[in-house]
């Protein structure tokens, strides 16, 4: 796959405080500036999440409505 990068222009306090976000969260820099350009896009990463969400709220109904039947 072929790759290329984006620079971009921020000031440094909002560099740093990014930084210290992902590094707080565990996670990579790349990795959320990507996941961030594909929710924009409105790529799969945010109807993954979507879907995820859906099937969460099914199972509550589940138990909801077993708890009402019982």
Known sequence: ??????NIRISPDKKDAFYQKVKQDGKNATDVLIDLIDQYL???AEYGEILELRQRVEKLEEVLLGEIAA
């Open 42 to 44: 409105g790529s799969k």
């Open 1 to 6: 796959m072929s790759e290329s990068r984006l």
